[in-house]
Each structure stands twice: as C-alpha cells, then as structure tokens.
C-alpha cells in the first residue's frame, strides 16, 4: 500500500489504483466470478458478463462500491455468477429496488441487470417513472427479444410475427422500442451495443456509469436455445457503430431518428445531456447510510401518536 492508501488493482491488461484505505490487493477477472455459470452455451450473456467484469476493473473502482439489482430472468441468474454486491427481487422490480438503494446510499454506484421482458413487460412503468426523475442509476437491458428462462415465450421486443409457444401464429403487436422509450421519457444517456462486441461494450458500460443520470445501456443479445431468428448472423448483418467523430450526442431528434431505423441497429452513444439528477435536483446527494436515526425528528413524530 502506497502512503495515500492507494490500492494496487490489476485489470488483465493494466493496473490502477483506488483509495480504500484497506490491506493491498490485487483483483483479477477471476476474483470477480462467483458460482459456476448455467447460461446455456453460445448464449449471448456471457459476452455482457465479461464487458462488465472487465468495466469494473478498468474503472479501478473497489468492487464494494457497486450494487447490482437484477431482474427475474436468466440475466438475472448473474445475482449468482458476479462476486460483487447485488440483489434480486420481484420481477419488473429491479429498477425501484435500485433507485430506493442509490437514494439511501448515494455513494454507491447503482446498476439495473434486467430483460427484455423483466424490464419493458411487468416493469415497464418503473422504467419510464425512473427515466422520468433521471434517477442517478444505470440499467442494462440483455435484449434478446425473447422469454429465456421460461423457454421462449413472445417478449415486448419481439419482432412483429415473431413465433413462438405463446405465439404460435406469430406476434400481432408492434414491439416496444427500448431506446426510443427511453429517450422521450427522459432519460440522459441512452446507448446500445451488442453482445458479440465485448470490447465496445465494456466501454459503454463505463461511460454510461460515469454519467450522472439515468442511463440505459440496451444490449443486442442473442438467445442461442429459443430465439432462432435473432442469431449472431442476424445481428451482424445489422449492428454499426456510430462514428464518434461525426455523430452528433447531444442532437436529441437525431436519436429518435437513430432509434427507430427499420434496416440496421446503430451502436455506441446514440444520446447524452447533462440534467441534474434527481438525488441533486431533490438535495438527497448526502448518503443517509452510517448516519443513525434522527433522534431528535424521531421524537417530535412520536409526540403525535401520545
Ligand atoms: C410475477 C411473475 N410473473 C411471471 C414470472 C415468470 N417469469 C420468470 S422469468 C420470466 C421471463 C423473463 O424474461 P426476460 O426478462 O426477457 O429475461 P431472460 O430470461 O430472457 O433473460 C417470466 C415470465 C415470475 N417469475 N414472476
Ligand atoms: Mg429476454
């Protein structure tokens, strides 16, 4: 340990340092992982797990500062695979269990890993009203346009006639478009990438959690067992990156644009602005956590009650 307290922190490319205060270690991706993984072969959470765990690293921050909150699904099972503070509740409800989390420790850095189905079918109000407050919470969405855990029934991004055992003659409504219901619901950051594309997915998972704000990060992810339209080929055949040096961030109408492209799916970051969030917009940037109750508010409260 250096005389700042700084932590020597090993990514499996480069070393940082983080101030912990704490004996020094060094953390690899392995020191990340914790149960053996179940996801099925060629499924494309692997490749949102290793851009995470490798993100974590990278930012060099101590892995006790950041809490995940899944959702029910097979993203959701990374409860049990990621060695770093998380919980996993209801489904639809990660995204209020995370915002309830940042609001009493708003230290922490606050991160939603949900589906498809978990987050835009049983909890999409939480994900408008959250995008609304620009709640300082990062989620990210494995879209894999599909039911995985429940063995491939029709989600709210599948594609119009898509079939499957819920639908066998072929979904009758038009999906829900993640990126453009975040954008006109308000959120900040809003990004996309896919689940073949570690390297650039790392990168956006780091961008969208050093924004202040909400911030989506939708991830292209193919269900390899019970999505057999949305594959990897079908996916490379229509993800691009956006050119950094071009595309215009804070052109908010270009974004919408961007979202509802019918022929190719743009990756990087489609929007971005800089709003207060809503722990400063509502003065509830000091972390209530380690302070104790109010003794004194406590008692007045009580006194209504004799
Ligand atoms: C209230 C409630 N309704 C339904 C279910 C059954 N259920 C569990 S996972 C799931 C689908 C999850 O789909 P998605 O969020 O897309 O996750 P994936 O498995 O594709 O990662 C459903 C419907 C449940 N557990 N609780
Ligand atoms: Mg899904």
Request: with cysteine.
């Amino acid at each position: 340990m250096s005389d700042d307290h700084t932590v020597q922190v090993s990514g499996d490319a480069s070393t940082h340092t983080y101030d912990e205060g704490c004996a020094e270690r060094k953390l690899t991706l392995k020191d990340l992982d914790a149960e053996k993984i179940t996801w099925c072969p060629g499924c494309g959470n692997f490749g949102i797990f290793i851009a995470i765990k490798k993100a974590i690293l990278n930012l060099g921050i101590d892995p006790s500062q950041f809490y995940f909150v899944y959702g029910i699904g097979c993203h959701g099972h990374m409860v049990n695979f990621l060695d770093v503070n998380g919980f996993e509740g209801l489904h639809g409800r990660a995204v209020p269990v995370a915002v309830g989390a940042k609001l009493a420790n708003s230290r922490l850095k606050t991160i939603v890993i949900t589906g498809d189905g978990d987050c835009l079918g049983e909890g999409l109000n939480h994900f408008v009203t959250a995008a609304r407050g620009n709640q300082d919470i990062t989620v990210v969405i494995h879209d894999n346009q599909v039911y995985g855990l429940t063995t491939g029934q029709t989600s709210p991004t599948s594609d119009k006639g898509f079939k499957s055992k819920s639908t066998p003659q072929g979904v009758i409504e038009r999906p829900v478009n993640p990126l453009a219901l975040a954008l006109t619901s308000g959120a900040t950051f809003v990004s996309a990438g896919f689940a073949g594309d570690i390297r650039q997915l790392q990168t956006l998972f780091e961008q969208a959690l050093t924004h202040t704000g909400f911030s989506l990060l939708n991830v292209y992810q193919p269900c390899h067992t019970y999505n057999k339209v949305n594959t990897y080929d079908w996916f490379r055949d229509r993800v691009y990156k956006l050119d950094e040096s071009t595309h215009d961030s804070s052109d908010f109408h270009n974004a919408v644009k961007l979202a509802y492209d019918p022929e190719k799916l743009a990756t990087g970051v489609l929007f971005q602005a800089e709003h207060p969030s809503y722990e400063q917009d509502a003065k509830l940037t000091e972390s209530i956590v380690g302070k104790g109750p109010n003794k004194e508010a406590l008692g007045r409260l009580l006194e209504n009650f004799k």
